[in-house]
């Protein structure tokens, strides 16, 4: 949890992860009172990690068939594909 306190209009928070929910709950306060609002935010999408190594197979002298596994960590929405010629 991290908290800020002060006069500024906008602060940074660092150390979040990649394509995560995070929600922040902002309090403000004048001389006509206090208001305390919540937002959830998801921070964008990042590079996969915990690939594996694909697995080869010939399939005659001119083609291969490769097979992969998801990501351990996609950190966003993954795009499937098949492609054959």
Same mark, same amino acid.
């Given at each position: 949890? !991290?908290? $800020? @306190?002060?006069?500024?209009?906008?602060? %940074?928070?660092? +150390?979040?992860?990649? &394509? %995560?929910? &995070? @929600? $922040? /709950?902002?309090?403000?306060? !004048? /001389?006509? +009172?206090?208001? *305390?609002? %919540?937002? @959830?935010? #998801?921070?964008?999408?990042? =590079? =996969?990690?915990?690939?594996?190594?694909?697995? #080869? !197979?010939?399939? +005659? =002298? !001119?083609?291969?068939? #490769?097979?992969?596994? =998801?990501? /351990?960590?996609?950190?966003?929405?993954?795009?499937?594909? *098949?492609?054959?010629?």
């Amino acid at each position: 949890m !991290t908290h $800020f @306190e002060g006069l500024a209009l906008g602060t %940074s928070v660092s +150390g979040l992860s990649a &394509y %995560s929910s &995070y @929600e $922040f /709950t902002v309090s403000a306060c !004048t /001389t006509a +009172g206090c208001l *305390n609002t %919540s937002v @959830e935010a #998801v921070t964008l999408q990042g =590079p =996969p990690h915990g690939q594996l190594r694909p697995n #080869v !197979t010939a399939q +005659g =002298p !001119t083609a291969l068939k #490769v097979i992969w596994q =998801p990501p /351990t960590q996609p950190n966003g929405n993954i795009i499937h594909r *098949n492609v054959s010629k």
